[in-house]
């Protein structure tokens, strides 16, 4: 947990450099509800160091504990106004529940110039693509090394056999 700790100050250290509005959320696996545990004092001191604040206050494990976290910036100018916070027990088979929560934020009206891309997945032929993902590398296990090597293949492959079915175009 100590090196969790060091490479997340590390990363809020440069990230909060940054100007801007941020909001921090996700599995953090660290009882931030009980006070004394070591672990979450140093935690709570990051937060403290950095001007953030923690905003999910209830159980997010099937077990108890808050471990899932909304973190953003405590100062008025770059604080998100987070509400509506829920915590929902999902029927996945994660032991962790659904957090989800409401915030503003200002929305920068870009140019009028919109771009739309899409796929026309309607008329892709079922038969040819899916013959196509049998012939492709996906269906060669020799070819998976490692993740790494796996997510790239899946992601290269799937990507190849859309376009030639379903070509991104734009509108």
Excluded: W
């Excluded at 090196?3 to 250290?13: A, M």
């Excluded at 309607?122 to 790494?148: G, H, P, Q, T, Y």
């Amino acid at each position: 947990m100590a090196e969790f700790c060091d490479d997340f100050d590390n990363y809020l250290q440069k990230l909060l450099n940054l100007p801007g509005k941020i909001i921090i959320c996700g599995d953090f696996n660290i009882h931030v509800e009980n006070v004394n545990c070591p672990d979450a004092k140093k935690f709570q001191i990051i937060l403290t160091n950095y001007g953030l604040i923690q905003h999910v206050s209830e159980p997010t494990h099937i077990h108890g504990g808050t471990l899932d976290l909304v973190l953003t910036r405590s100062n008025v100018c770059d604080s998100l106004s987070i509400s509506d916070i829920q915590v929902v027990e999902t029927t996945t088979s994660s032991d962790h529940f659904l957090v989800g929560f409401s915030c503003n934020f200002e929305y920068l009206e870009g140019s009028k110039q919109d771009v739309v891309k899409a796929r026309n997945i309607r008329d892709i032929n079922l038969l040819e693509f899916k013959a196509d993902i049998v012939s492709s590398d996906i269906s060669k296990a020799s070819k998976f090394i490692n993740c790494s090597n796996a997510l790239e293949i899946l992601d290269s492959e799937l990507f190849r056999i859309l376009d030639k079915h379903a070509p991104m175009k734009e509108f």
